[in-house]
């Protein structure tokens, strides 16, 4: 797992799945570009789990961002301000 503190772990969630709606992207086409199944993605999204070394660098890629960038907790999506 990437994130060994919890808040470290939430923070890349958050930005995860603010990454995801930033770029108009579904769960669906996020797994299927990292190669896991939605449920995987949706764990990720929900402080389940964490991507792997391999499947965090997919995301980087996905999102053309730094590995830094999905810890930062500026990338908050809209949708996760209002809960």
Request: aromatic share 6%; proline share 2%; net charge neutral.
């Amino acid at each position: 797992m990437i994130a060994s503190s919890k808040e470290g772990g939430e923070l890349m969630q958050v930005s995860l799945k603010a990454m995801r709606i930033n770029s108009n992207m579904k769960q669906n086409d996020v797994a299927e570009r990292v190669g896991v199944t939605v449920k995987t993605l949706q764990n990720w999204e929900n402080y389940v789990s964490s991507p792997d070394a391999i499947q965090f660098a997919k995301l980087c890629s996905i999102f053309q961002c730094s590995r830094d960038d999905i810890f930062l907790p500026d990338n908050i999506a809209k949708s996760e301000i209002t809960k």
